[in-house]
């Protein structure tokens, strides 16, 4: 799955390979051993998340969504994601 982005320890990736398993738009993000998917808009989806690193998640994605909305429909078509500049 690659790494689209990553900040303050975060890792955030786009699994293209997955699309077709999975209707809503959405991507992972990495933080230890802690791992939550998280719709475009920021919000936790699925998993565990420690509340502090969700917050830069939320904030990142809503500074990006319409990157990460970019990223899924090229994933939706098979093409390969590009990367999204980090929280600063």
Known sequence: MPT???FYGVLIK?????????NQPH???FYGEHEASF??????????FPKRQAVFVKAWALLHEDDL????????????TFRI???K
């Not at 719709?39 to 565990?48: F, H, R, T, V």
């Not at 909305?69 to 390969?80: C, D």
């Open 69 to 80: 909305r970019a990223n899924w429909t090229l994933a939706v078509n098979g093409e390969e």
């Open 14 to 22: 786009m699994n293209w390979k997955d699309v077709g398993q999975h």
């Open 4 to 6: 689209i982005s990553m």
């Open 85 to 87: 500049e980090p929280l």
């Open 39 to 48: 719709s475009l808009d920021g919000e936790i989806l699925a998993g565990e």
């Open 27 to 29: 991507f992972h993000a």
